[in-house]
Protein backbone atom coordinates (compact mmCIF):
# COMPACT_ATOMS: atom_id res chain seq x y z
CA UNK A 1 0.00 0.00 0.00
CA UNK A 2 1.39 3.28 -0.95
CA UNK A 3 1.91 5.81 1.49
CA UNK A 4 3.46 9.26 0.55
CA UNK A 5 4.78 11.86 3.37
CA UNK A 6 5.24 15.14 3.39
CA UNK A 7 7.62 17.38 5.16
CA UNK A 8 9.53 20.74 5.18
CA UNK A 9 6.77 22.93 5.57
CA UNK A 10 7.34 26.29 8.48
CA UNK A 11 6.94 29.55 9.12
CA UNK A 12 8.55 31.72 6.71
CA UNK A 13 9.15 35.52 5.88
CA UNK A 14 7.91 37.13 2.46
CA UNK A 15 10.62 36.79 0.16
CA UNK A 16 12.14 33.63 2.01
CA UNK A 17 12.39 29.94 0.60
CA UNK A 18 11.63 26.25 1.58
CA UNK A 19 12.37 22.95 0.22
CA UNK A 20 9.16 20.48 0.55
CA UNK A 21 9.74 16.98 0.76
CA UNK A 22 7.80 13.84 -0.23
CA UNK A 23 9.24 10.79 0.64
CA UNK A 24 7.23 7.89 -0.87
CA UNK A 25 6.67 3.99 0.53
CA UNK A 26 5.29 1.43 -1.81
CA UNK A 27 4.91 1.30 -5.69
CA UNK A 28 4.77 3.47 -7.63
CA UNK A 29 4.49 2.62 -11.88
CA UNK A 30 6.87 4.44 -13.71
CA UNK A 31 4.32 5.63 -15.81
CA UNK A 32 2.93 7.66 -12.78
CA UNK A 33 3.31 11.36 -11.95
CA UNK A 34 3.85 12.65 -8.09
CA UNK A 35 2.71 16.11 -7.63
CA UNK A 36 2.04 18.75 -5.60
CA UNK A 37 -1.46 20.76 -4.68
CA UNK A 38 -2.18 23.15 -1.95
CA UNK A 39 -5.22 24.41 0.46
CA UNK A 40 -5.80 27.42 1.98
CA UNK A 41 -8.08 27.86 4.38
CA UNK A 42 -11.98 28.26 2.55
CA UNK A 43 -10.54 28.05 -0.64
CA UNK A 44 -10.33 25.10 -3.41
CA UNK A 45 -7.77 23.31 -4.06
CA UNK A 46 -5.11 24.62 -6.14
CA UNK A 47 -2.46 23.08 -8.12
CA UNK A 48 1.08 23.59 -8.32
CA UNK A 49 3.42 21.42 -10.10
CA UNK A 50 3.59 17.51 -11.30
CA UNK A 51 6.70 15.79 -12.37
CA UNK A 52 6.55 12.35 -14.15
CA UNK A 53 7.92 9.32 -12.47
CA UNK A 54 9.75 7.77 -15.62
CA UNK A 55 11.21 10.77 -17.60
CA UNK A 56 11.12 13.60 -15.06
CA UNK A 57 8.81 15.64 -17.04
CA UNK A 58 8.18 18.83 -14.97
CA UNK A 59 4.29 20.51 -15.11
CA UNK A 60 3.71 24.03 -13.75
CA UNK A 61 0.46 25.32 -12.71
CA UNK A 62 0.43 29.10 -12.38
CA UNK A 63 0.86 28.87 -8.66
CA UNK A 64 3.83 27.38 -9.36
CA UNK A 65 5.76 28.82 -12.15
CA UNK A 66 8.65 31.25 -12.13
CA UNK A 67 9.24 30.53 -8.35
CA UNK A 68 9.05 26.75 -7.81
CA UNK A 69 10.67 24.27 -8.94
CA UNK A 70 10.09 20.27 -8.45
CA UNK A 71 12.52 17.82 -8.63
CA UNK A 72 12.78 13.69 -7.94
CA UNK A 73 15.62 11.64 -6.40
CA UNK A 74 14.19 8.39 -7.39
CA UNK A 75 17.10 6.68 -5.34
CA UNK A 76 15.44 8.03 -2.21
CA UNK A 77 12.11 7.60 -3.55
CA UNK A 78 11.55 11.43 -2.86
CA UNK A 79 9.56 14.43 -4.83
CA UNK A 80 10.98 17.77 -3.69
CA UNK A 81 9.91 20.98 -3.93
CA UNK A 82 11.77 23.98 -4.01
CA UNK A 83 10.01 27.36 -3.16
CA UNK A 84 11.60 30.60 -3.60
CA UNK A 85 10.45 34.37 -3.01
CA UNK A 86 7.40 33.10 -1.18
CA UNK A 87 4.37 35.40 -0.43
CA UNK A 88 1.23 35.58 1.88
CA UNK A 89 -0.73 34.62 -0.79
CA UNK A 90 1.13 30.64 -1.15
CA UNK A 91 0.42 30.26 2.87
CA UNK A 92 -1.49 26.59 3.12
CA UNK A 93 -1.35 23.14 3.34
CA UNK A 94 0.69 21.52 0.77
CA UNK A 95 0.05 17.93 -0.20
CA UNK A 96 2.05 15.71 -2.74
CA UNK A 97 -0.19 13.30 -4.52
CA UNK A 98 0.04 10.41 -6.97
CA UNK A 99 -1.32 10.38 -10.41
CA UNK A 100 -1.96 7.99 -13.17
CA UNK A 101 -0.58 10.51 -15.46
CA UNK A 102 0.98 13.68 -15.96
CA UNK A 103 -1.93 14.63 -17.75
CA UNK A 104 -3.89 13.90 -15.00
CA UNK A 105 -1.79 15.21 -12.61
CA UNK A 106 -2.14 18.53 -14.60
CA UNK A 107 -6.01 18.18 -14.21
CA UNK A 108 -5.49 17.45 -10.33
CA UNK A 109 -7.43 13.66 -11.12
CA UNK A 110 -5.17 12.24 -8.09
CA UNK A 111 -5.30 8.57 -7.07
CA UNK A 112 -3.26 9.14 -3.26
CA UNK A 113 -2.01 12.02 -1.41
CA UNK A 114 -0.10 12.54 1.99
CA UNK A 115 -1.56 13.94 5.11
CA UNK A 116 0.08 17.76 3.86
CA UNK A 117 2.59 19.96 5.80
CA UNK A 118 1.66 23.69 7.01
CA UNK A 119 3.59 26.66 5.22
CA UNK A 120 3.15 29.66 6.64
CA UNK A 121 4.56 32.83 4.94
CA UNK A 122 4.13 35.80 7.36
CA UNK A 123 6.64 38.67 8.81
Known amino acids: QLHLEESGGGLVQPGGSLRLSCAAS????????IGWFRQAPGKEREGVSC????????YYADAGKGRFTISRDNAKNTVYLQMNSLKSEDTAVYYC????????????????WGQGTQVTVSS
Open 51 to 58: ISNSDGTT
Open 97 to 112: ATAPTLRLCQFRRYED
Open 26 to 33: GFIPDYYA
